[in-house]
Every structure is written in C-alpha cells, then in structure tokens.
C-alpha cells in the first residue's frame, strides 16, 4: 500500500529554520512530481510548493514563501524535504506532502490533482 509519511514538525522561534521530510513507501514516487501543502486553523489546505519527477530539476512555490523556502529531493531515498527559512507565525500549519501520481514534469497547485497524501505534522511558530 502505498504510503506519505511527513515528519520534522515542531515548535520553533520565528525566523529559526526547519526542514520538513516526506518519505514515501509501498510503491516509488521518484517520477513523480511531488507537493507541499499547509492548513492553517479555520482555513483552507493550500499548496505551498512541488517538484517535479527525477530529471526535470523543477520547482513552483506559492509566493508567500518564495525566497524562504527550499524543495528538494533525494529519490535514492525516496525523500522529499520542505526547507523553512525565516519563519514567521502565519506559517503555522499543519503541513502535507502529497503526490501526483499523472503528472511528473507539470506541477500543479490544485489539491485534487494530488492522489496520495501523508497525515501532516504540525509546525507552530511563535513570535
């Protein structure tokens, strides 16, 4: 059974940095282009950036966090990290890493898009 399983999460200062990792099992995702999306209470999951499949080398992030956060990933180890740089508090979120499983060159920011997804860790960050 195929499975996302995010961790990293915590409490942290503003402006600290974090890295959020996402490990996918039961089935690779190498290929596959992979997203980050964040569900702050009282609002809606959004899509906060993905990755294309192994060998496209692209990234999309939405642009409230461009320029303090970082996509990457290692498909040896079937691991996606989500680096947090200068966090501030509207950042706090309970985060997802999800999969597409159609797409692995075009990344999209619609949820429904995404068909596997992890069960969130929680990042809080104080002021």
């Known amino acids: 059974q195929a499975q996302l399983v995010e961790s990293g999460g915590g409490l942290v200062r503003a402006g600290d940095s974090l890295r959020l990792s996402c490990t996918g099992s039961g089935r690779t995702f190498r290929n596959n282009v992979m997203g980050w999306f964040r569900q702050a209470p009282g609002k809606d999951r959004e899509f906060v950036g993905g990755i294309s499949g192994h060998g496209f080398g692209s990234t999309l992030y939405t642009d409230s966090v461009k320029g303090r956060f970082t996509i990457s990933r290692d498909d040896a180890s079937e691991t996606v990290y989500l680096q947090m740089n200068s966090r501030l508090p509207e950042d706090t979120a309970v985060y997802y890493c999800?999969?597409?499983?159609?797409?692995?060159?075009?990344?999209?920011?619609?949820?429904?898009?995404?068909?596997?997804w992890g069960q969130g860790t929680q990042v809080t960050v104080s002021s």
């Open positions: 999800a999969a597409d499983r159609h797409h692995f060159r075009e990344i999209l920011t619609a949820r429904v898009e995404y068909d596997y």
